[in-house]
């Protein structure tokens, strides 16, 4: 047939001259004897127009090969039926045209069918199955291009597209090319991710946003990912740090044992025996263990199989132990982990911790603040403590324990056994929970039961207003801060009214340690009798002068809360109080002076017996005997001379008393006529003459 239609086609320059020529000749013809009809048309459709002359006739040939696909209906050549190009791409019809003289002539007609985009692609297989292990190697086919390639019937080339269905499998299969359905991996598989997912691949007769009609095919592809043994054993428990859990860390074990003493039985570790697993689970290959490390005596031992801990012999050194433990996969050695064990050697606990108590009451009030005191039951001024004791200390006081509360998260217990709200309390009510008191060196444990009582703040009969610790150490930080203030406070008055005469006391003091205690006043004038003499006139002058301003204005120099004592002081003791300052300005001048004299010996072998009034001391085997009664000599008389001086020291000390209590009364506003009553008159040893001794004593009094 098909050859039949390539002649029929290359004959058709040819026909329609031939055509009309004869058509011409013998009374027919057509408009076109080679039309082109596209496929699927409906029933009825006009191939072609045909003129006859007159007494002419046209029919068509029953021996045409398509003869049924085609009707004269007057004067027009109609299709009976839709052609499809996908089955006839062309077709021949033979017309007869005849006379009533018998003529008989033919007329070819060929109809060419054009293509129209009518069919989808298709697959081969609509829903396919694919299992794919989770070590496959990136880039390697998942399904075959054959597997999936679509076919057109109108021929159109096939563009190809695919999506998943499953969220967070994105990215991981893709196929080689728009127009090569062949899809592989893209990037490796992970079973913690996912375990299956589902492909949908599309096929197109036009590229992704032709406006021209597209036909679409699909093909459903199911991958189910295997999981492989890619995995080393995890250590239990352990923590996941990522989210897709395909890295879990697990932490160490610790345990404990009696120092000089061997465990039968497996150890008890923190927070569990040792177990591994293989995390790829379905595969779950088995584990076996082994220490590896820090164990140098032999003293412990690890079943392979179970991974209990055991003991070969007793510990004699205090030191902990910190094992190395392998665990690896039986099938395969390089699959391992290791973890840490560290055993504590500890002394031997006879006794477990217990509680005195059974049952502890309390009571607490409803919103509270979170961390407030439990209170004791029928004491509320008492927080609720409770306390395990163990007989194996001699107070039956173990620092090692810690508390806490079993069952109950709206309540905390501290490391000393206080009581604590956790949250804030909203109804009444009676809360019974499980406290535990743990020995976190023996791991020994006791337990108790609390029950604390929830009450309205109206229901509480005492006074009393509780306070969280919070509230305390506010207040203490308040109280220390204004303590403070207070005593700066006070050292500032004291400084104030008692500065100025400890200041001269200790001036005072320090003047006579440098000086030697007295100077030689006669000595002195002697050697500037002028300036003396002319300071001692203007001294009097000053004092006089400052006593007489004094007397006129007392007022002023006293403080008004004074008053009644000031008047009641003589004048001369006002007057004294209000030239001290400038009598100890005049001294601090003739410290310093005197300081910067030369010091000079008042021992003299040598008598200046024409200066009357003269004072100097001699041995006494240097006196002369002529001077008769202008010299005095005292006699050396040993025992006697030691309890004078002891006298004369012990009468200075008390005068020096009597000074300082001067000075203090001075300070709050009372003074004295003159500090030279203080100075002791037995310092002249030797007078020149009677005269002289009594303007001495007049002098002094």
């Given amino acids: 047939m098909a050859v039949s239609h390539w002649l029929l086609t290359s004959g058709l320059f040819l026909l329609p001259f031939m055509t009309r020529v004869s058509a ?99 697959f081969k297989q609509t829903n396919l199955t694919e299992v794919v292990p989770e070590d496959t190697k990136v880039n390697a086919t998942i399904v075959a291009r054959q597997d999936l390639s679509a076919s057109d019937a109108d021929l159109d080339i096939i563009f190809y597209e695919l999506t998943t269905t499953v969220q967070g499998t994105d990215g991981y299969f893709a196929i080689k090319g728009v127009n090569n359905p062949e899809i592989y991996l893209q990037k490796s598989l992970d079973y913690e991710k996912f375990k299956l997912t589902t492909l949908l691949l ?113 510990v004699t050194s205090p030191d902990s132990y910190l094992l190395q ?48 005191f439990v209170l004791q039951a029928g004491e509320p001024s008492s927080p609720l403590m409770i306390t395990a004791t163990d007989e194996d200390f001699p107070d039956k006081v173990n620092p090692n324990i810690e508390y806490y509360i079993k069952n109950s998260t709206d309540f905390i217990a501290t490391r000393d056994g206080l009581i604590l709200t956790n949250v804030v309390l909203q109804s009444p009510g009676k809360v019974a929970m499980e406290a535990v008191g743990k020995d976190m060196v023996s791991l020994q444990e006791a337990s108790t039961v609390i029950v604390v009582e929830v009450v309205l703040p109206a229901a509480v009969t005492s006074p009393e207003k509780t306070h969280t610790a919070q509230d305390m150490a506010i207040l203490g930080g308040t109280l220390a801060a204004l303590l403070l203030i207070a005593l700066v406070f006070l050292g500032v008055m004291i400084y104030k009214q008692y500065g100025k005469p400890v200041k001269h006391l200790l001036r005072k003091k320090t003047s006579k340690e440098i000086s030697g205690g007295y100077q030689n006043q006669s000595y002195e004038q002697e050697e500037h009798p002028d300036v003396n003499t002319k300071q001692h006139e203007t001294s009097e002058n000053d004092s006089v002068q400052l006593m007489t301003d004094a007397l006129e204005q007392p007022a002023l120099s006293l403080p008004s809360s004074n008053a009644e004592e000031t008047n009641g002081l003589p004048k001369a003791s006002i007057a004294s109080t209000i030239i001290f300052d400038q009598e100890e300005k005049e001294e601090e001048v003739k410290e310093e002076a005197e300081h910067e004299k030369e010091v000079k010996s008042i021992l003299k072998t040598d008598r200046h017996v024409t200066d009357d009034g003269y004072k100097a001391v001699w041995f006494k085997t240097d006196v002369d005997p002529d001077a008769g009664e202008r010299v005095e ?12 001086s002891d006298q004369d020291l012990q009468k200075n000390e008390e005068e020096e008393e009597d000074y300082d209590k001067d000075d203090h009364h001075r300070g709050l506003g009372i003074s004295f006529a003159s500090e030279s009553s203080s100075l002791p008159a037995a310092e002249e040893i030797v007078k020149m003459s009677p005269t002289d001794a009594v303007t001495e004593d007049d002098n002094d009094v």
Wanted: aromatic share 8%; with cysteine; proline share 7%.
């Fill in 633 to 644: 000599v005292i006699e050396d008389n040993g025992a006697d001379s030691d309890d004078d």
């Fill in 24 to 122: 011409q000749q013998q009374g027919c013809s057509v408009e076109n004897n080679n039309p082109s009809v596209y496929e699927n048309n409906p029933p009825g459709y006009v191939v072609t127009r045909i003129h006859t002359e007159p007494n002419f006739m046209v029919t068509i040939d029953p021996a045409s090969p398509d003869v049924s696909f085609f009707t004269i209906q007057g004067s027009e050549l109609q299709l009976t039926r839709s052609v499809d190009y996908e089955v006839d791409t062309v077709l021949l019809v033979y017309l007869i045209c005849q006379n009533s003289d018998l003529q008989v002539d033919s007329l070819q007609i060929v109809v060419t069918i054009l293509n129209v985009n009518d069919n989808p692609p298709v």
């Fill in 325 to 372: 433990v392998m665990a690896t996969q039986a099938n395969n050695i390089q699959k391992y982990s290791v973890v840490s064990v560290e055993i504590k050697v500890i002394n031997k606990s006879v006794y477990p911790p217990y509680f005195e108590s059974r049952i502890y009451n309390g009571t607490v009030f409803v919103g509270l603040a979170p961390r407030s």
């Fill in 202 to 314: 599309y096929a197109r007769d036009r590229p992704v946003g032709s406006t021209d009609t597209t036909h679409t095919a699909t093909a459903t592809i199911n991958i189910f990912i295997e999981q492989a043994d890619t995995k080393p054993p995890w250590f239990l428990p352990c923590t996941f740090v990522n989210a897709e859990k395909s890295v879990c860390i697990s932490s160490p074990y610790t345990g404990r044992v009696n120092l000089s003493e061997m465990a039968t039985e497996p150890l008890t570790l923190e927070p569990g025996p040792i177990f591994a697993i293989d995390p790829d689970y379905t595969i779950n290959e088995k584990i076996r263990y082994s220490i590896v490390g820090g164990d140098t005596d032999k003293v412990f031992s690890v079943d392979a199989d179970t991974g209990n801990l055991t003991m070969n012999k007793a």
